[in-house]
């Protein structure tokens, strides 16, 4: 069984539209990201939930709205959007935080914007 | 910045060798963890390290902090071709509940 799966994992849409991709995890952690990584590999922190709680919110454009129904559900959802939001999304989640331990991360969703 | 430095970005060597790689950061952090990831796929979580901890191994991994100089290092000994992939170290702050931050990366060749 996959700890962290991500839907989709390839994403191509235009520019302008609404897009959604969704992170489960059966890990049973409490606290969620969401971290985005660029054509240079570098890896940004955008959203971290705690017990379906907003803690961290990384100076986000709000077109980008994170959703946490459940403890085990972080979804993502874009509004209009950009040419620079193209870029591999990364879903993942611990247990207590990263102060206490590790991140378990998704294989990651590539969104291409055209 | 928060991010600090990794370095080299990019290093090739023949299996067999030994591969070092570099990380130094900016303001005082709580842990480093260090992650692996291949080509196409998630970050992996290979070791955390504790600012009140010098050393830590795991298999062939070595990693080392000095909290006087802000930085780490990763060490893999006797690499093998599998062991190619990106090396990340992340730097733990607490602060807004504790945020990860990630560097680019190293990004490690092991020729057959």
């Known amino acids: 069984d996959t700890a962290v799966s991500q839907t989709p994992k390839y994403l191509v849409t235009q520019m302008g539209n609404d897009k959604s991709i969704k992170c489960e995890q059966n890990?049973?952690?409490?606290?969620m990201y969401w971290y985005k990584q660029d054509s240079k590999k570098f890896l940004k922190i955008m959203f971290s939930?705690?017990?379906?709680?907003?803690?961290i919110n990384e100076t986000v454009p709000n077109r980008f709205s994170p959703k946490s129904p459940d403890k085990a559900h972080l979804n993502l959802h874009i509004n209009s959007l950009e040419l620079g939001d193209s870029a591999v999304y990364f879903c993942?989640?611990?247990?207590?935080?990263?102060?206490?331990?590790?991140?378990?991360f998704g294989e990651g969703s590539r969104l291409t914007v055209l | 910045s928060q991010q600090g430095e990794e370095d080299p970005q990019a290093l090739s060597i023949q299996e067999g060798e030994n591969a070092t790689m570099n990380c130094s950061y900016k303001?005082?952090?709580?842990?480093l963890q260090w992650y692996r990831q291949n080509s196409g796929r998630g970050l992996v979580h290979l070791i955390l390290?504790?600012?009140?901890?010098r050393e830590k191994h795991s298999g062939r991994l070595r990693v080392t902090l000095d909290t006087s100089k802000k930085s780490s290092s990763l060490l893999i000994t006797a690499s093998r071709a599998a062991d190619t992939a990106s090396y990340f170290c992340?730097?733990?702050?607490?602060?807004?509940?504790?945020?990860?931050?990630f560097g680019q990366g190293t990004e490690l060749s092991v020729k057959p």
């Open positions: 993942a989640s611990s247990q207590g935080g990263p102060y206490t331990g590790e991140l378990f």
């Open positions: 890990l049973g952690h409490d606290t």
């Open positions: 939930y705690n017990n379906k709680e907003l803690i």
């Open positions: 303001t005082s952090i709580n842990n």
């Open positions: 390290i504790r600012s009140n901890e």
């Open positions: 992340a730097r733990f702050f607490y602060n807004q509940g504790g945020k990860l931050i």
